[in-house]
């Protein structure tokens, strides 16, 4: 008989433990898909979940907030996700967050995020469908750092071969680093520049000196000449007669050019002289012909000098001459 109730005791025992754990199992399966919440259906649109499943986690600014509750494949390139997100969480939600899909850590499985947009909107309502932003995932950053990489160990060979030619002495720049006689030029050249610098600023220096003692002092022509109200009067009067004589030359030269084209329009005898092609003819005519006279008296009178009968005579002359030409000396 004790033994009969020992065995219903510990059979009865299992049977307890087991609906206990049975229970708590439930219980813990349906809180992990919220089996005993309340929940409302969001949607979202993805070109590439990056690996995410059904079951994973839904946070809404990192506060975990419902579970993926269906993926479905709408086309080639569009994926929609479905989340089952906890009611409580409604109010907070607005129709204008984004969702992401990052992972859960570095190597944590794959979840979606839930930020808030931008400015205010309207409280999200069941079945809704929110815009997603695609963020990069790790093939992409990987294949990025890759080429990165690659373009690295370019530059650090092309570098080196820059490097090689300038210790080489190649290039202007080796030749620049290399050459002691350009660096020593150099050197000259920069000290010449500062040396050149002193006397420009000591130069500058005593130009300021200069117009300061010009503005102050009237002993000087430029100081009287800038300070002297006198001075300036007399030289603006000076400026002013200068200006009323150069009018009245201008006035002057006015009435010569009219009197000018008078003589030019009139038919008096400067026009007749001037105009008249015959009256040049016949000047020309009449010293042509005072010209052959003279040649034929100079003839002429050649030879009477040589003439036996008045070749006397023409001596007599030229001794006369010889000797008023000595009584004058």
Same mark, same amino acid.
């Given at each position: 008989?004790k #033994?009969?109730?020992? &065995? ?12 206990? +754990? ?8 349906? &809180?992990? &898909?919220? %089996?005993?919440k =309340? ?11 990056n690996?995410?499943q059904?079951?994973?986690n ?10 993926? #509750? ?6 080639d390139?569009?994926?929609?996700v479905? %989340?089952?997100?906890e009611? =409580?969480?409604?109010?907070? $939600?607005?129709?204008n967050? $984004?969702?992401?899909?990052g ?8 979840i979606?995020n839930i ?5 205010a909107?309207?409280? $999200?309502?069941? !079945? *809704?469908?929110i815009v ?6 790790? *093939? ?13 160990a ?7 071969? $820059?490097t090689?030619?300038i210790?080489?002495? #190649? ?5 620049l680093i290399?050459d002691?006689? %350009?660096? &020593? ?6 000290h010449?520049?500062?040396i ?7 130069t500058?220096?005593? +130009?300021?000196s ?8 009237d002993n000087?022509i430029?100081?009287m ?8 009067g007399k030289?603006k ?5 200068l ?6 030359i201008e006035?002057?030269?006015?009435n ?25 003819n016949?000047?020309?005519s009449? +010293? ?7 040649d =034929? ?19 007599k ?11 004058? !000396?």
């Amino acid at each position: 008989m004790k #033994k009969t109730n020992s &065995q219903k005791l510990r059979l009865g025992s299992f049977v307890l433990i087991g609906t206990i +754990l049975f229970i708590a199992g439930v219980y813990l399966i349906g &809180q992990r &898909q919220d %089996m005993f919440k =309340k929940t409302f259906t969001l949607s979202s649109y993805f070109q590439n979940v990056n690996g995410l499943q059904k079951g994973n986690n839904v946070r809404y600014s990192g506060i975990d907030i419902g579970t993926v #509750k269906n993926i479905v494949m709408i086309n080639d390139s569009t994926i929609k996700v479905e %989340m089952s997100i906890e009611e =409580k969480i409604l109010s907070h $939600i607005k129709k204008n967050a $984004i969702a992401t899909i990052g992972s859960d850590g570095l190597v944590g499985n794959m979840i979606v995020n839930i930020v808030p947009g931008k400015g205010a909107s309207e409280i $999200i309502e069941n !079945e *809704d469908i929110i815009v997603s932003y695609s963020r990069i995932g790790t *093939d992409d950053i990987l294949n990025t750092l890759n080429t990165s990489s690659e373009n690295a160990a370019i530059l650090t060979s092309d570098l080196l071969k $820059i490097t090689n030619r300038i210790t080489t002495g #190649k290039g202007t720049i080796g030749v620049l680093i290399n050459d002691t006689v %350009m660096a &020593q030029d150099l050197k000259q050249s920069i000290h010449n520049l500062k040396i050149a610098s002193r006397g420009a600023s000591h130069t500058i220096a005593e +130009l300021n000196s200069i117009v300061s003692s010009v503005k102050t002092e009237d002993n000087t022509i430029l100081g009287m000449l800038l300070n002297d109200s006198i001075s300036a009067g007399k030289l603006k009067t000076v400026v002013t007669n200068l200006e009323i004589s150069s009018a009245e030359i201008e006035t002057l030269l006015n009435n010569a050019n009219a009197v000018v084209s008078d003589f030019n329009s009139s038919n008096g005898a400067y026009n007749y002289m001037v105009k008249d092609t015959s009256l040049v003819n016949s000047l020309k005519s009449t +010293l042509k012909n005072i010209n052959e006279g003279t040649d =034929k008296f100079n003839q002429n009178m050649e030879a009477l000098k040589h003439n036996f009968l008045t070749r006397g005579y023409f001596r007599k002359l030229e001794r006369q001459e010889k000797k008023e030409v000595k009584t004058k !000396e």
